[in-house]
């Protein structure tokens, strides 16, 4: 396996997507203070401040974390302004949001990430599908008392989006979002190719680690989203409102990092996706039942001779 892995890596290293130059965006903001309503202008502010520093005019996509706009944009349009100021010219910031819908007549949160290109057209959207129980819905809420809310509801518990999907904006290959822990989830990260879905030629996760503090969850959410990348064999962009934001590469190999804790912004290119899809990629956790059953059979083959 050592020198299958050996001969398929090699060559692969510094191979990025040409014209792309990703600005993500790290803002370190406490959670004691992200929701804080005193303090949503100045947490946005430092979300646009480190966009626009030094080396801006170079990006041509900016990439905010989960729900980093603190505000529902259909109540405080006013909001699209300052986002389409820091989009690049004909390129896109990419920002967690949370977003009211109306499904069935009835007004809804969904958990989301949009694009806002200059004009501040939001181009793209995509509504996170695998919800946090108790965290953003309550399961049997029929039977709970009124007034009883999710730890991260904005007031209203968080509806689901239809599931996984990929976006193609202009002048960036399409990619598939994943928001917070929809990352941890092997083979529900992209569209299905079995379905007729057209492959990503990367991931993007926008996630909100603050919850977690200064502890291993971090550290272990980021490591697992990276075996994400792996196992599709493409490229992953992960931006974190703390720890632990990065570029990955398709074979695992992290390209950029900023550490837990850390304010500031990575200035990377896009890594290239191969032009081969992995076995898993294709075939999914067959493999993983057909090789248990490999060795539970030689296990039981064996034990009877014996």
């Known amino acids: 396996v050592a020198a299958l892995g050996a001969v398929r890596m090699q060559g692969t290293e510094g191979r990025t997507v040409e014209g792309v130059q990703l600005r993500v965006v790290q803002p370190h903001v406490p959670q004691t203070l992200k929701w804080r309503p005193e303090e949503r202008a100045r947490n946005l502010q430092r979300h646009i401040d480190l966009s626009l520093s030094p080396g801006w005019e170079k990006a041509t996509h900016v990439v905010w974390p989960e729900t980093a706009v ?6 405080a349009p006013w909001v699209t302004e300052l986002l389409a100021a820091v989009a690049p010219q004909d390129g896109h ?6 977003r009211l819908d109306s499904r069935d007549g009835q ?17 793209a ?19 709970l008392p009124q007034g009883v809310t999710a730890i991260a509801a904005v007031g209203l518990d968080t509806m689901p989006g239809p599931g ?14 994943q928001i917070c822990y929809e990352a941890i989830f092997p083979g529900n990260v992209a569209p299905d190719p079995a379905a007729g879905a057209d492959r990503p030629g990367w991931l993007l996760n926008v996630t909100n680690d603050a919850w977690y503090g200064n502890t291993a969850g971090p550290h272990q959410h980021f490591a697992i989203s990276r075996v ?7 490229p992953m962009v992960r931006a974190a409102n703390t720890g632990i934001s990065g570029v990955v590469d398709a074979y695992g190999r992290v390209t950029a990092r900023l550490p837990l804790g850390d304010a500031g912004v990575i200035d990377a290119p896009l890594p290239l996706a191969p032009e081969t ?20 059979g030689m296990i039981g083959f064996f034990s009877r001779r014996v």
Not at 228 to 234: K, T
């Open 228 to 234: 994400r990348a792996v196992e599709e064999g493409l």
């Open 277 to 296: 899809t992995t076995p898993y990629a294709r075939f999914g956790d067959i493999l993983l039942v057909i090789a248990l059953l490999s060795v539970t």
């Open 93 to 98: 910031l990419l920002t967690g949001v949370p």
């Open 70 to 75: 603190p505000y529902l944009l259909e109540r």
């Open 107 to 123: 007004v809804v949160v969904t958990n989301s990430l949009i694009a806002v290109d200059r004009t501040g057209r939001v181009a």
């Open 125 to 143: 959207s995509y509504d996170k599908f695998h919800l946090v129980p108790f965290g953003e819905y309550l399961p049997f809420r029929r039977f």
């Open 164 to 177: 996984p999907r990929s976006i193609a904006l202009p002048g960036l290959p399409a990619f598939a979002p």
